[in-house]
């Protein structure tokens, strides 16, 4: 049964593709219940009639995974893909009122970082509920009621309702049994750790308690990365998520690429990412759909394909200019920190011969002479594994030239902090004998204790008033010329990355220089920046010699002066 009703403009702008397929109303809409996908293209012009709809590739794959999700074949779903890519409007206005045609007494809770955005798309999916158009195929089925029908929560007569709320504003006591999380994250908050934390533990201690059946509840969760610990970094590392990414831009190589097409554990076949060329583009007329009947991609019209792109190369390229390298890297590609680093960039780094050999022996003749060595610590203050790192570095310096010669890392309260550096101080003695050591501590957590006590054992310590310098952003700019220039050198060697640009060689490059190289490309969007805080440090001190400072005059020596066996190899 159908229900006669007048249309408005837009609404009758909704009807032209059917009667242009002489579609009879009940066939229609019998045909848009059994596609999410066609009928987020039919209710389109109802809830944005002034802007056309552009049909993509990508828009099939949220709707495929969308309705494995109502189906309860996928309870987690995230979602990561860039802004203005209709994600709003298909995950969070559209899908919920086709999901109402089916089963009208499911409850949604839909949630965003503004109350008032959460709003506005729970507004607009009320006003298609509404329309002539959705009431003259679905409104025998169900309708709002009168009694509990406001812009923040509606329900129908099938004990159906929708509440919408923001991060941290939902009430206590309201459930659902689909609870949607739109862009949980405000873009100019993000990099506050307390701003980020505040959004996880409102996640993990409220929203996963807000199932009406914690057996069946659906939680979708669609964003653009904001940092490496926003809510998808956080949700990525619990394993129990299904994840749909699809980049700006495609690469091969991605953390999180998603094949061509996925299988469930059911055995639907879902869409993934049809492209297959690194840098191919998101929505620039890829001329392919999604076949919901059987289930693949087919190939449509290349015109027709190109006349609905949207993101074109020049846009794109504009954007990642607007954006920045490393706003583009979360933004756009969904991975947090760029595929050649942020500020510090992974291409910039140079490198040595390692000096461990075979048997076991050290050959450091690859190295240039040393004018003097130079240890930066950045101390943190606890032992505990929820801490931050302890890190020390020893560096040759070498006119405008600095050599990484060893790390020290871990998390050790103060008598093991003094351990490390004295074990650092000696490893660098034994090798150099002739040179000396300014010692560097940054002046915070644990590190005045460190130096109260030992600046009488070893001489050149010396404290580093803390905030020196500027914030870590700030520090990291300071220094990165250094390493565009290409003076900072680490043991290892380079080899060309799939992007195109240089990385460390996996087979010769120690484990660790690999990990200090990857925290600095992530830097400011990693999860730890202690490395680089250590290495800001180092760098920005590199040039100042004060005979006080070392102890000793320092006299130019080969790198070959070793004191073999003193210290086990390490490289």
């Known amino acids: 049964m159908s229900i006669v009703v007048p249309l408005s403009r837009a609404e009758l702008a909704a009807e032209q593709e059917r009667r242009r397929a002489g579609v009879e109303l009940s066939e229609h809409a019998a045909l848009l219940g059994g596609s ?18 552009r049909p993509n590739w990508h828009i099939d794959a949220i709707a495929e995974h969308l309705e494995a999700a109502y189906a309860r074949e996928i309870l987690r779903l995230l979602i990561n893909i860039p802004p203005r890519t209709m994600k709003s409007s298909n995950v969070t206005v559209l899908a919920p009122t086709w999901r109402w045609t089916h089963a009208p007494h499911e409850r949604f809770l839909t949630l965003s970082y503004g109350a008032d955005l959460a709003t506005r798309d729970a507004v607009k999916s009320r006003r298609l509920i509404s329309s002539g158009w959705y009431r003259s195929r679905w409104g025998h089925l169900y309708r709002l009621t009168s009694d509990q029908n406001v812009k923040t929560r509606y329900e129908n007569d099938r004990t159906g309702y929708r509440i919408a709320s923001s991060v941290g504003g939902l009430g206590t006591g309201e459930g659902g049994d ?24 409102w996640h993990d201690g409220t929203i996963s308690t807000r199932f009406n059946d914690p057996a069946t509840g659906v939680e979708i969760v669609v964003m653009q990365r904001l940092h490496e610990t926003d809510l998808s970094g956080h949700l990525l590392e619990s394993g129990d998520w299904h994840h749909l990414c699809l980049p700006m831009e495609y690469e091969p190589a991605h953390p999180f690429v ?35 009947a059987k289930s693949r991609w087919r190939k449509v019209a290349a015109d027709a394909a190109r006349a609905a792109a949207r993101f074109p190369r020049a846009a794109v390229d504009k954007l990642k200019r607007t954006l920045g390298s490393y706003r583009a890297a979360g933004q756009l590609q969904q991975r947090p920190a760029p595929a050649e680093g942020g500020i510090l960039k992974r291409h910039w780094w140079r490198y040595y011969a390692p000096p ?17 060595l130079l240890q930066y610590w950045d101390t943190a203050l606890k032992e505990k594994t929820t801490s931050d790192f302890t890190v020390g570095t020893l560096w040759g310096i070498s006119g405008a030239n600095r050599f990484l010669l060893r790390e020290a890392r871990g998390q050790w309260n103060l ?43 070893i001489p050149g310590v010396v404290a580093v008033p803390e905030g020196a310098g500027g914030d870590k952003v700030q520090r990291a700019h300071a220094v990165s010329p250094q390493l565009e220039a290409g003076n900072v050198y680490v043991p290892g060697s380079a080899m060309l990355m799939a992007d195109g ?71």
Not at 422 to 438: D, F, H, I
Not at 530 to 553: F, H, K, N, Y
């Open 415 to 457: 008598p093991e902090t003094k351990l490390q550096l004295e074990l650092l101080y000696e490893w660098g003695r034994a090798r150099w004998p002739v040179l000396g050591q300014a010692i560097y501590v940054g002046n915070s957590a644990n590190g005045p204790e460190v130096v109260a006590q030992l600046r009488h054992k």
């Open 178 to 201: 689909v609870i949607i999380i739109d862009d949980p994250h405000k873009a100019d908050e993000v990099e506050s750790e307390t701003q980020r934390a505040a959004v996880i533990d």
């Open 36 to 53: 999410l996908r066609a009928y987020m293209r039919a209710a389109w012009p109802l809830i944005e009639p002034v802007t056309r709809f």
């Open 501 to 571: 640009l240089a990385g460390p060689d996996t087979e010769i490059t120690p484990p660790w220089v690999q990990e200090f190289i990857l925290e600095h490309s992530a830097f400011p969007n990693g999860a730890h920046d202690d490395r680089v805080d250590c290495t800001s440090g180092a760098l920005v001190r590199a040039g100042i010699r004060r005979e006080s400072e070392l102890g000793e005059p320092a006299e130019e020596t080969t790198g070959e002066a070793i004191s073999a066996g003193v210290l086990e190899r390490t490289f």
């Open 258 to 292: 998603c094949p061509r097409e996925i299988v469930l554990e059911s055995g639907r076949v879902l869409p993934g990412d049809p492209r297959t060329t690194q840098g191919e583009l998101l929505w620039d007329g890829h001329p392919l759909e999604w076949d919901h």
């Open 356 to 372: 461990g050999q075979p048997d076991g022996s050290e050959d450091w003749s690859d190295l240039p002479l040393f004018t003097h």
